[in-house]
């Protein structure tokens, strides 16, 4: 059987939506068209409330797919939830569309609605000419929770079935810089294949001894260096242990970095790096100016600032430096977080939030940090935000 591994299209995100719809429309008529089932690790969405006209998009998205023939077809579900349908297209919730226990998340609408099956904590069952393939899934949650989540649910591969684990959560080997991230080696052993969402640029590694796929998201949003890589899937057959990465058309991203003296004679090397970025293709890419060095002066600043109003036609200009002031950068929030490689701004406040509450000795017996946090960033209202956190702590 041919899977279709691809993730994280963030439809709805508000810098890039046009790219995120028409990014996930490629990604998947490739899928559809060279494989016989999909699998999506998460974040479908970009937000866990998206507006109506984004759920359109998505409806619109997989109602195509639902109308073709499919080689595989869903013959069994067990777990958390119910199936409505049996096309072969299995999803679980990202950490983008995570929300407080027991509520709606978009992916199951997705799922209600008969358009995907949707799985949160999961075992899904594909058959194709005999051959039976088990997708055993658990949907994005905090990942201080997710070890204790795997521990309790304790996901096992189906016998005579070739077994995949999906998941949606930051690996320490990725992402080593905070212990509370699972490890490799303390992911359920005994599947044939390990698929993860989250991570926006594509990984082939191993884990026990079986392969361990990221497709990375089909669309930019996080402008770092590993996002320059191709946008794309995989597509891996059961039979052969065969796979291979098949790249989408995405706006370009390129990253510059440019050292700054005290003087604005660099400036001129900044205009240099920005026109060989840009080149002559015409497609409008992103550019990424990152300044080292002093770039404090009001001058260099204001400068700066001019040269993104000069190139503001031809590319997508992002200026960042210390000391640069807001006139001369326009940076996403995700690019400004901080110091990690691959790590958005809203995991890093996780982390910084956990870290105060640790420091501060705060303990919640049932109610845990993320669900806290959520609760927190939930409502619109600050004080119905507050009343929901009293009341889940009381």
């Not at 977080?337 to 691959?342: D, L, T």
Request: include cysteine; charge should be negative; glycine fraction near 10%.
């Amino acid at each position: 059987m041919r899977i279709a591994i691809l993730s994280d299209f963030h439809l709805g995100y508000d810098r890039f939506r046009e790219d995120a719809f028409r990014q996930a429309q490629e990604a998947l008529a490739r899928a559809a068209s060279g494989a016989d089932a999909l699998i999506i690790p998460g974040d479908i969405f970009d937000n866990r409330t998206p507006k109506p006209d984004v759920i359109a998009e998505a409806i619109n998205l997989f109602r195509d797919l639902s109308k073709r023939t499919w080689g595989a077809k869903v013959t069994g579900f067990e777990g958390k939830g119910q199936h409505y349908t049996d096309i072969p297209i299995i999803a679980i919730p990202g950490t983008h569309e995570r929300r407080a226990q027991d509520a709606a998340d978009p992916v199951g609408l997705l799922g209600l609605a008969g358009l995907i099956v949707g799985i949160s904590n999961a075992t899904v069952m594909l058959e194709k000419d005999g051959e039976r393939v088990a997708v055993v899934g658990i949907g994005g949650i905090a990942d201080e929770r997710f070890k204790q989540v795997v521990a309790e649910s304790d996901p096992r591969p189906v016998e005579g079935a070739f077994s995949i684990f999906m998941f949606h959560e930051s690996v320490y080997e990725l992402l080593p810089f905070n212990e509370s991230f699972i490890k490799q080696d303390e992911l359920p052993a005994g599947f044939d294949l390990y698929v993860c969402g989250h991570i926006h640029n594509s990984v082939d590694s191993q884990v026990h001894g079986k392969k361990f796929l990221i497709p990375g998201s089909t669309v930019l949003t996080q402008l770092k260096a590993g996002e320059q890589e191709k946008k794309g899937l995989y597509i891996y057959d059961t039979k052969t242990g065969t796979y291979e990465f098949i790249g989408i058309e995405s706006r370009r991203f390129v990253l510059v970095k440019v050292k700054m003296g005290a003087d604005t004679t660099a400036l001129e090397g900044v205009e240099r790096e920005m026109e060989k970025a840009i080149g002559s293709s015409g497609d409008r890419p992103i550019v990424r100016v990152v300044v080292e060095g002093d770039s404090t002066s009001p001058r260099i600043g204001m400068e700066l600032g001019m040269l993104q109003k000069k190139y503001q036609d031809k590319a997508v200009v992002e200026v960042s430096g210390p000391g640069i002031s807001s006139t001369a950068k326009s940076v996403n929030a995700d690019t400004e977080a901080p110091k990690f490689e691959n790590m958005s701004i809203k995991d890093y406040g996780m982390g910084v939030f956990i870290e105060k509450l640790r420091q501060k000795g705060v303990s919640f017996g049932k109610v845990g940090p993320a669900d806290l946090f959520d609760a927190l960033s939930l409502e619109g209202s600050k004080d119905k935000a507050i009343r929901k956190a009293l009341d889940m702590l009381l």
